[in-house]
């Protein structure tokens, strides 16, 4: 089992950047496809960049595909999402998220067994 924490969100000006990160303890964050999410009031949990378990293959929406860019550290046990060219419609709560499967199979928020608490994002025009 694996307990996942993010930080890194805020308030930022629409254009500007931020690095969400996703600190995990209890079990190597290498051993699961790691995912981003967002969800914003009213809308489905979306997922937005995922890199897989035991490599570096990665995955983006087309909505961040570009401006997103997922990454770990084995090191530090730690996934991090860096986003920039933020744009009001990024605003949302972010959630990190573990699967125990392949990337291939870790598209939807149910394929994803672990969760942190969320982050508030904020973009503002």
């Known amino acids: 089992q694996v307990q996942l924490t993010e930080s890194g969100g805020g308030l930022v000006q629409a254009g500007g950047s931020l690095r969400l990160s996703c600190a995990a303890s209890?079990?190597?964050?290498?051993?699961?496809?790691m995912g981003w999410f967002r969800q914003a009031p009213g809308k489905d949990r979306v997922l937005l960049a995922a890199?897989?378990?035991?490599?570096?293959?990665?995955y983006y929406a087309d909505s961040v595909k570009g401006r997103f860019t997922i990454s770990r550290d084995n090191t530090k046990n730690t996934v991090y999402l860096q986003m920039s060219s933020l744009k009001p419609e990024d605003t949302a709560v972010y959630y990190c998220?573990?699967?125990?499967?392949?990337?291939?199979?870790?598209?939807?928020?149910?394929?994803?067994?672990?969760w942190g608490q969320g982050t508030q994002v904020t973009v503002s025009s």
């Open positions: 998220a573990a699967a125990d499967r392949g990337l291939g199979s870790a598209k939807t928020a149910d394929n994803y067994d672990y």
């Open positions: 209890g079990r190597a964050v290498s051993s699961y496809a």
């Open positions: 890199i897989s378990r035991y490599n570096f293959n990665t």
